[in-house]
């Protein structure tokens, strides 16, 4: 009987540690899955100073001065057209690739939203890489998962 008693308290051992490991992976997961969405938000941002910085040289490139310049050296004037038309492409293309940024920025947002909704915390993205409060997302991530191991030991 004693013997019975012993397994059974093994058995249920078991499935805690079992428990304990699913959470402790959970735990891994969801802490990466931050990581990774902190990393691809300041990867977009960064596309998007790129962006900036590029419209900014086009303002740069279309002064009068590069016009005049055009007008004194007219032998060059196929090969500039054919460069500015280039340039045209690449802007579109840039102007693109912007968009497409914009669009993945959002979607990063709301990934951040769907993957803090269980813990339960409710700051936007942009706020937290603000304040950098990465510490308050661990806490929730913390207390979520102490949570699910006390409704286990119920």
């Known amino acids: 009987m004693a013997l019975l008693i ?4 093994l058995q249920e051992l078991l499935r805690f540690n079992k ?5 402790d992976i959970s735990k891994i997961g969801c802490s990466k899955g931050f990581q990774t969405i902190k990393i691809l938000y300041e990867k977009t941002l960064t596309l998007n100073h790129h962006y900036a910085q590029v ?8 002064s009068s001065a590069d016009k005049k310049s055009l007008k004194e050296v ?11 038309n280039d340039l045209n492409t690449m802007y579109f293309e840039t102007a693109f690739l912007q968009k497409r940024n914009t669009d993945v920025m959002l979607e990063l947002q709301q990934l951040f939203v769907d993957h803090t909704k ?3 915390y409710h700051t936007a993205l942009e706020q937290l890489r603000n304040t950098d409060d990465w510490e308050s ?6 207390e979520y998962l ?4 006390n409704a286990y030991k119920r």
Do not use: A, W
């Open 74 to 84: 007219e032998c060059i004037l196929d090969f500039t057209l054919g460069m500015h």
């Open 118 to 120: 269980p813990i339960k």
């Open 55 to 62: 419209i900014t040289f086009n303002e740069v490139n279309n």
């Open 19 to 23: 428990y304990s490991e699913t959470t």
């Open 146 to 149: 102490k949570e699910l191991d």
């Open 137 to 142: 997302v661990r806490d929730n991530l913390c």
């Open 6 to 9: 012993h397994k059974g308290q």
